[in-house]
């Protein structure tokens, strides 16, 4: 194992670098999702209001719990959904789940006595 790789030197089977974009973009297109799409599908984004109030009211989130969250939404969108509450313990948020976005958190002290307009699902997390 002596050999070393430079910039440059590693070549894909002769295959024409020009050539293989335009194999992966059009394979993207005919049903294999890309890596950006794979991505994007996983990513969870909160919105500038919901890190605000997350921030407010102490509400900090574990990457398992985050796991979780990602999987309900998941679930969500396999239903149809477009906008849910997703619950998890004394934690609400309102969830975008088409672009995967919080878009606002309350924690148990602001929970009592909301009234959640404007959803179409509402999703627990154990």
Do not use: C
Request: hydrophobic content about 40%.
């Amino acid at each position: 194992m002596d050999d070393r790789i430079t910039i440059g030197q590693l070549r894909l089977n002769g295959v024409n670098t020009a050539q293989s974009r335009k194999t992966i973009h059009s394979e993207s297109k005919s049903g294999v999702e890309s890596f950006k799409e794979v991505l994007d599908r996983n990513v969870l984004n909160f919105s500038h209001h919901a890190e605000v109030r997350m921030k407010q009211r102490g509400i900090t989130l574990k990457p398992e719990i985050l796991t979780k969250i990602g999987n309900a939404i998941d679930d969500a969108a396999a239903k149809g959904a477009k906008d849910s509450l997703i619950l998890y313990r004394d934690i609400a948020m309102i969830v975008n789940v088409p672009s995967r976005t919080v878009v606002t958190a309350l924690d148990g002290n602001s929970l009592k006595g909301n009234v959640f307009t404007q959803i179409d699902s509402a999703v627990i997390v154990s």
